[in-house]
């Protein structure tokens, strides 16, 4: 995982998103262990926030180069925390 904000924000325990697809909900399949790669927002009362509108993509589905990028290029010059 990579996390950019530990100066807001220490751990991420749950990600919230609106109720359907018409307020730009997100649905993720959560039953068989489907591993994302999520970008959103940390609001004012610690909650991370994701919707349609951010980059939501299934770890399997990402290139190899996205994958290697995200991994050890992205990190460089990157005030985040990649595990």
Not at 4 to 14: A, N, P, R, S, W
Not at 52 to 78: A, F, H, T, V
Request: hydrophobic share 30%; charged share 25%.
């Amino acid at each position: 995982q990579m996390f950019k904000g530990f100066e807001k924000l220490k751990d991420v325990q749950y990600v919230y998103t609106p109720f359907d697809s018409s307020l730009c909900g997100v649905k993720l399949e959560a039953n068989n262990k489907k591993q994302y790669l999520l970008t959103g927002q940390i609001l004012g009362d610690g909650k991370v926030l994701i919707h349609l509108c951010n980059y939501i993509e299934p770890w399997d589905d990402l290139s190899l180069s996205q994958k290697k990028s995200l991994n050890q290029r992205y990190q460089m010059g990157c005030g985040c925390k990649v595990s």
